[in-house]
């Protein structure tokens, strides 16, 4: 479900690959049998080519890696949550615009 910039986040590296990340990250927790969450993947691929190099863009299976998805209270789906410096700085619940998270994520790099 993934293209080739969008990484798989899972319990076992989200510390390494989201957390201690050095620029910032866009998390789309997903589940397979979520019809809004395969309807959002589009975007997802779109921003991650749009940001590869800037920002990581990648995707948390909620049914696979329950607890990353308990640490950071997902209780809808899709969630994205953008974090930079290892902290949440900007959450998305639902479908969300591509120009708004790509707003939010321009935000993050300029500042």
Do not use: H, Y
Request: charged share 20%; proline share 5%; net charge neutral.
């Amino acid at each position: 479900m993934a293209s080739q910039n969008v990484v798989e986040f899972t319990d076992a590296n989200f510390e390494t690959e989201v957390l201690k990340s050095s620029q910032p990250v866009l998390v789309d927790f997903w589940a397979e049998w979520c019809t809004p969450c395969r309807m959002l993947a589009p975007t997802i691929d779109a921003l991650a080519a749009e940001f590869a190099g800037k920002a990581r863009i990648g995707k948390v299976d909620t049914d696979s890696n329950r607890g990353v998805s308990m640490k950071f209270g997902i209780t809808a789906i899709p969630t994205l949550i953008l974090f930079k410096g290892g902290q949440p700085a900007r959450k998305f619940v639902g479908l969300a615009k591509k120009d708004d998270i790509a707003a939010a994520i321009n935000a993050l790099l300029a500042g």
